[in-house]
């Protein structure tokens, strides 16, 4: 399996609940990212997390990491139909500059 | 402030052709990364370029791929003598810095389809 591995691959929920994502990566790293996609466009940056670093939050989003279980999840609370997208999570690994590892994404569906 | 700018947005070419793919960083951004997104998969990276070098192509097709960021003008991701699976989108991204946690700002894409 890959780096940045995203679970489950795909979450469809009403709007109002809240939807969790996983991401599990290999090697040791600087950092990790969250980003989403809308179909067919550009990546948006949501947060960053380092890797001293437990918990973050922004807005509607938490972000957590365990680096002894090389995971994170994204949290996004009362869920709108508007954050129907794919969420990436990417690693920044430790010795690898500053490039992005990508995981396969979670397509999340906020049905109305 | 404008963000990453690539064009073009959607570039069709047929098989043996070239393709050349623009990137504007952002203002105060040296340092540029390409990423290609086939269909239904994420992100990966191919090459890391700060003015006029290239740090790390470690991503990067053998053949037929190149990556230049000159020290006037956009980056170019240039593929020649394109085959259908080259088809899918490219993404560049920009940071203020190489190192340390910053977060890199992407583009629109290009989508690239070989006929």
């Known amino acids: 399996s890959q780096q940045g591995e995203e679970d489950p691959q795909a979450l469809s929920i009403q709007e109002g609940e809240n939807a969790t994502m996983n991401c599990s990566y290999k090697t040791s790293i600087n950092n990790l990212q969250w980003y989403r996609q809308n179909s067919g466009r550009g990546l948006v940056h949501l947060i960053l997390i380092r890797s001293n670093e437990r918990e973050k939050h922004s807005g509607r989003l938490r972000v957590t990491l365990d680096t002894s279980k090389k995971s994170s999840s994204l949290l996004i609370t009362a869920s709108r139909a508007a954050d129907t997208a794919s969420y990436f999570c990417?690693?920044?690994?430790?010795?690898?500059?500053?490039?992005?590892?990508f995981g396969t994404g979670t397509q999340l569906k906020v049905e109305l | 402030n404008a963000g990453v700018m690539q064009n073009p947005r959607h570039l069709v070419r047929r098989r043996g052709q070239e393709a050349r793919l623009r990137c504007s960083p952002m203002?105060?951004?040296?340092?540029v990364y390409w990423y290609r997104q086939l269909p239904e998969e994420g992100l990966k990276f191919m090459v890391y370029l700060q003015k006029e070098n290239i740090i790390d192509e470690s991503g990067m097709p053998k053949e037929r791929f190149s990556a230049e960021f000159p020290k006037e003008g956009p980056s170019i991701l240039r593929i020649q003598q394109v085959v259908r699976g080259d088809s899918a989108a490219y993404f560049c991204a920009s940071s203020p810095r190489g190192t340390g946690d910053y977060e890199q700002y992407f583009g629109p894409g290009t989508r690239l389809t070989v006929t």
């Open positions: 990417a690693t920044s690994l430790t010795g690898g500059g500053n490039k992005l590892t």
């Open positions: 203002k105060g951004h040296s340092h």
